[in-house]
């Protein structure tokens, strides 16, 4: 702004005048001031010139002179001041400082508390003005406007009667909660007294007298503020009944002033999982239906009487036969969804007006005051649901699905009037905002709601008399894509549609339809392919989205596999054809001609023909889209980004979820990312790059259950996957890797080369192998940390390589680099580079036991020793590092050889990485962090060559294990602890014979406490728990000496004794056999055998000893009756579960009577 500009001379001219002015008690003074502030209101201040040029402290030091000149007795000049602040305030981006709104809102409270009643409404409007957006800088006034005696607080009392008054207080309120980003929010007790006061003006009635359309205006304040209140804050679960009040309140308001209805709440709403105030109405027959208004008499239903008085009423205002034929179209009347549109478009005129409105709003020239109040009604239900909106945010979504039968229906409205939910609106609101605030509303409930609606089923016959919450919350769901798919196909406006596409997208992602009958997804499956052609681009990104949400759902879905499998012009017939076809015929002659592959094959899935049309071929002349180039001047216009994107995004769901359908175009779709690559906008490059990972990741995926997959079921060939490779490997992608411009298409195009099936990379030619180790440890070196970690986690990928992970100097430089990404200051590069490390030494265990040469004589003391050190550290860091750097650490323990312990050092070093592990056993880290390191200690218990039993830290290892067996809320902590106690091969591993004590007592004690405090996730690993124990227990008895025995005979002959043996024979009989797959009875029945000679071999070893020793015969022979006896329980309970008719145990029945008779003979 030019210093002197004529907007900022105006306001000085002004100021000027009013410096110039001495307050006197006489009629000049009064007259001038009167002039110059009718002046000041006269100007045009919205002008853009004039609104960019004015500075906002020459308008906080205009309206403060004027405040002082401005006296409290002359109230026509206070109004007249009012108006010019609310016009400044309004007009232009005015930003206060402190001591200037100090100043005016002081001078607005006294004048609140000195002039007549007549001026407050507009007094307070003027302090709305000043109070919005600065909450956080009025504190010291909150007393004098929201305390006990405060003004605001006294104009807003329900018993106030002005009721322009009540609405402007209301107003200053909300403008008082309207929080800025960064500054706090109102204190505890006045965001209280807020609240309540909102509240009670939302649920109070219209009182007598007053205008519909100040009323509106009051509730819109209302609403307004409650929204600020709702925004800034988490709800707290403290508010007792607040939340059902308010619920109940924005549900009415959410209907306020439909037209064809009137709406009666209750004042509350009760979180339950049934419908509480939805009653079935009686239904209708023709021969009793009334032909005129007038004649209207509603039959009294029966039952449920009581409910009557709460239940939300409607009074239809048009009885007539559209009403039946429009309840028959909502409903779907058995007709077929092309004939449901056609009926709807012959609406009569008015009816589309009241419904469907194209408007975006009415006006006062549609209809005078009856289109004003409609207006006002409107922005009353929008402002609800957007009240709404954030009282969904800022709720616990466990919270809310209490009251989800209160907004969502679980049954259709046949026979009667509809329920009141957001369905109702998105299906009858006549504005496009409204629909589209009730869409937003609901897409926010269902986001995030897959957990709570997995419990919904319908798979099953139902009940006739019970109805389960599975299965009400099942018809839930079809009432949900019945609804939105009726709003798919009538909605008229584009923003609107919009929202519908995307609540529908929210539903396909949280719906459980695996456990749920087929069918759900069809009708929206057609009805969607028409929109993918829409003009307006919104609408096309969005569609393209639903699809992606159809594929990535539970995918594979055989209802989708279906869907997918059928050609396009099937799905056609729905919706309006005629736009969608000409579109697609207009493609497929174009590629026809250009020969085209997406149309040279019959058998290629249609949506993935669809998604690399939008993506590489040009747009169609018939879309409009805004602020583009018009076709005629650019004939190979691509799409616009959005909708490339979306569609690249949707291949990539379709290759991850239906790979064995996409598979034969492997080649082609590595021209479409190959294309992509070639680009210039980076973020068509980095869906390229994302698709390929998704390429190479589904290959993998599809190699690794190569065993499991059916005869009938093709893979893709090697062959192809290696000239697949060859081609990523030979074009644009290591332009993409060595991009230092835009580092998130490095770290993608990192994560792709870390897909490359291990195969295939072997059988690629050595320069293209070089290529990508070289490529992947330069750029370890990146400055971007993103770009570092993604090479870094490559290199863990890469180590596990059957070629390269026997190429010694590959795997020293791969150990060389991870150790310097270990010491990075990004957590999220250490986090890589420890995950790298664990992979790295699981490849060197694996060579040690694979490989002829010996490939740990390669890797130098000195190499091994910075690997512990740093291993050490790492277990150190963060859960996310720690949970890899004790895995690796307990690798390298396994690797140790005698020769490296006794070199310096190294026995130092071993005893920082035990106590290092014991301690995290024993932490509070997170239960992955805790079931490494257990495991790590197993790993290390391994090694011959640690001097386990001996070392000082042995004692501490067994206790820490010892603890977690017993204590840790986890089990599989449990299990892995359970399991490390086991490894130790003989009996001088354990220690002393206290040692050995506190270890059995501990197994003992962990199988008794086995079921106390079971949680539900954790029940599902109770069977192998318990297993576990019981082999570790077995493992002990075979290595006891004499000087143990006194405790093992007091646990079989105690208190403890019988359920002992019952955890054993269960160990024996191994109960999850009943329900294992046929493919792993073998493993099973092998297993049991083995589990029997264990047992042999454990009743051999007491035996030897009750020979052999004097003196303990005694207790050996105890234990070894509890033995015989588990071992007679067993045999009875196999020969009980043969004679009942199990199959699978009855092949095991003869096996386990050979393996008990030698148990026999061998004792």
């Not at 009926?343 to 005078?368: A, C, F, I, M, V």
């Not at 059928?566 to 493609?587: I, L, Y």
């Not at 199990?1142 to 009577?1153: A, L």
Request: with cysteine.
């Amino acid at each position: 702004m030019e210093h002197g500009s004529p907007a900022d001379m105006l306001l000085r001219c002004y100021y000027d005048k009013l410096c110039s002015l001495t307050p006197l008690d006489c009629p000049s003074f009064k007259t001038e001031l009167n002039l110059l502030l009718d002046e000041l209101i006269s100007e045009n201040y919205s002008n853009s010139v004039t609104r960019d040029n004015i500075r906002s402290e020459d308008v906080c030091r205009l309206l403060l002179k004027a405040s002082q000149l401005v006296p409290f007795s002359q109230e026509h000049l206070v109004l007249k001041l009012c108006q010019l602040v609310s016009q400044l305030f309004n007009q232009l981006q005015v930003s206060m400082d402190t001591q200037t709104l100090h100043c005016l809102v002081s001078y607005y409270i006294q004048a609140l508390q000195t002039c007549s009643l007549w001026t407050h409404a507009d007094i307070l409007l003027a302090l709305s003005s000043l109070l919005c957006g600065n909450g956080s800088s009025c504190q010291q006034h909150l007393s004098d406007l929201l305390g006990q005696k405060g003004i605001l607080v006294i104009c807003s009392a329900p018993n106030q009667a002005d009721i322009e008054l009540h609405s402007a207080a209301i107003h200053c309120m909300a403008n008082l909660c309207l929080g800025t980003p960064g500054q706090p929010y109102l204190e505890e007790p006045y965001r209280e007294i807020c609240f309540r006061t909102f509240l009670q003006t939302l649920q109070s009635p219209k009182p007598p007298g007053a205008e519909d359309l100040v009323f509106c205006t009051l509730l819109q304040n209302s609403l307004k503020g409650m929204q600020c209140l709702l925004n800034g804050v988490k709800w707290k679960p403290g508010h007792g009944d607040d939340l059902g009040f308010l619920l109940a309140v924005l549900k009415k308001l959410m209907f306020y002033g439909l037209p064809g209805m009137v709406v009666e709440m209750p004042k509350i709403l009760y979180p339950a999982p049934l419908p509480q105030y939805d009653i079935p109405f009686p239904k209708v027959s023709e021969e009793t239906m009334p032909t005129k208004p007038g004649g209207n008499k509603k039959k009294k239903p029966r039952g449920n009487v009581q409910k009557a008085h709460i239940e939300g009423k409607w009074v239809l205002k048009e009885d007539s036969g559209e009403d039946q034929q429009e309840l028959e179209l909502r409903q779907g009347g058995g007709r077929n969804p092309k004939q449901m549109i056609g009926n709807w478009s012959q609406k009569p005129s008015h009816y589309q007006l009241s419904w469907r409105s194209s408007e975006s709003e009415y006006s006062d020239t549609e209809g005078g005051i009856n289109a004003k109040l409609r207006l006002y009604q409107m922005r009353v239900r929008q402002g609800s649901l957007h009240c709404f909106l954030s009282l969904v945010k800022c709720v616990d979504k466990r919270v809310l699905f209490g009251y989800w039968s209160a907004f969502i229906p679980d049954t259709p409205a046949i026979g009667g009037p509809p329920s009141l939910t957001f369905l109702t609106v998105v299906l009858k609101d006549p504005s496009p905002k409204v629909r589209a605030g009730s869409l937003q509303v609901l897409s926010s409930l269902l986001e995030g709601s897959r957990l709570f609606l997995s419990a919904a089923e319908d798979t099953s016959t139902p009940r006739q008399a019970f109805t389960s919450f599975s299965a009400t919350l099942a018809s839930s769901l079809r009432e949900l894509h019945r609804s939105l798919l009726l709003a798919l196909m009538a909605e008229s406006s584009s923003q609107t549609l919009t929202q519908v596409i995307k609540c529908v997208a929210h539903l396909v992602c949280n719906t459980p339809y695996h456990r749920l009958r087929p069918g759900l997804l069809s009708p929206i499956w057609k009805q969607i392919q028409q929109y993918v052609h829409h003009r307006d681009v919104n609408v096309r990104v969005s569609s393209l989205t639903l699809l992606g949400a159809l594929v990535s759902a539970q995918a594979p879905l055989p209802e989708i596999q279906q869907l997918l499998q059928q050609p396009a012009k099937t799905s056609g017939d729905v919706g309006f054809p005629h736009e969608a076809h000409m579109c697609q015929n207009w493609r497929q002659q174009r590629s026809l001609e250009e020969g085209h592959w997406l149309y040279g094959e019959e058998g290629i899935c249609w949506l993935l023909r669809l998604c690399v049309c939008v993506v590489t071929q040009p747009r169609e002349d018939h879309h409009s889209d805004s602020g583009t180039i018009p076709f005629h001047l650019s004939p190979n216009l691509l799409e616009p980004s959005p909708v490339r994107l979306e569609a690249l995004q949707v291949l990539a769901h379709l290759v991850k979820g239906y790979f064995f359908l996409t598979q034969e175009c492997l080649l082609e779709l590595c021209q479409v990312s190959a294309c992509c690559l070639r680009e210039q906008d980076s973020s068509v490059q980095l869906h390229g790059t994302k698709l390929l990972e998704e390429l190479g990741t589904s290959i993998i995926q599809q190699y690794r259950t190569e065993e499991k997959i059916k005869e009938s079921t093709k893979h893709v060939p090697l062959c192809k996957v290696i000239q697949f490779w060859s081609e990523v490997l030979s074009g644009p992608l290591t332009t993409a890797l060595q991009n230092e411009k835009h580092p998130t298409l490095q770290t993608s195009a990192c994560d792709t080369l870390s897909s490359i099936l291990p195969q295939a990379f072997r059988k690629l030619p050595e320069k293209t192998q070089m290529l990508c180790v070289t490529m992947l440890l330069g750029l370890t070196y990146s400055e971007n940390s993103l770009v570092k970690a993604a090479s870094v986690r490559a290199l863990g990928v890469y180590v596990l390589f059957p070629g390269l992970s026997e190429d010694v100097m590959f795997m020293m430089d791969s150990a060389s680099v991870i150790l310097t990404a270990l010491e990075d200051h990004s957590p999220n590069v250490r986090a890589k580079a420890a995950w790298s490390l664990g992979n790295l030494t699981d490849a060197i265990i694996v060579n040690r036991e694979n490989v002829v040469i010996d490939f740990q004589e390669e890797l130098t003391s000195g190499l091994l020793f910075k690997l512990v050190k740093s291993s050490i550290q790492a277990a150190k860091d963060k859960d996310r590092v720690k949970s890899n750097a004790v895995r690796a650490l307990g690798n390298l323990l396994h690797l140790l050889q005698p020769q490296q312990l006794k070199q310096p050092g190294f026995e130092e070093l071993l005893e920082q990485a035990m106590c290092v592990l014991v301690d995290t056993v024993q932490s509070d880290a997170t239960m992955k962090v805790r079931w490494n390191a257990c495991y790590a200690l197993g790993n290390a218990f391994k090694n011959p060559a640690l001097p386990l039993g001996t070392a000082s830290w042995s004692a501490e290892a067994y206790s820490a294990l010892s603890c977690v067996v017993v204590s840790c809320k986890n089990f599989k902590v449990r299990i892995k602890s359970a399991a490390a106690l086991s490894i130790p091969s003989s009996r001088a591993k354990y220690g002393s014979s206290c040692q050995f004590a506190q270890i059995w007592i501990a197994i003992t004690k962990a199988l008794e406490n086995s079921k106390d405090g079971v949680d539900f996730v954790e029940y599902r690993y109770h069977t192998s728990l318990c297993a576990q124990l019981c082999q570790t227990l077995l493992h002990l008895l075979n290595l006891c000496q004499p000087q143990d025995l006194g405790t093992i005979q007091s646990s079989v002959t105690g208190r403890f004794g019988s359920t002992l043996m019952g955890f054993l024979v269960n160990y024996l009989v191994d109960h999850e056999s009943e329900t294992e797959k046929e493919d792993k009875e073998e493993r099973v029945k092998n297993s049991i055998q083995d589990r029997m000679n264990k047992m042999i071999c454990v009743l051999g070893t007491l035996r030897k000893l009750s020979k052999e020793e004097e003196g303990c015969s005694a207790g050996a022979d105890n234990i070894i009756d509890f033995l015989e006896g588990v071992v007679r329980s067993y045999k009875q309970t196999i020969l009980q579960v043969s004679l009942s008719g199990h199959h699978s145990f009855q092949d095991q029945t003869n096996q386990t009577t050979e393996v008990s008779d030698a148990v026999q003979a061998k004792v």
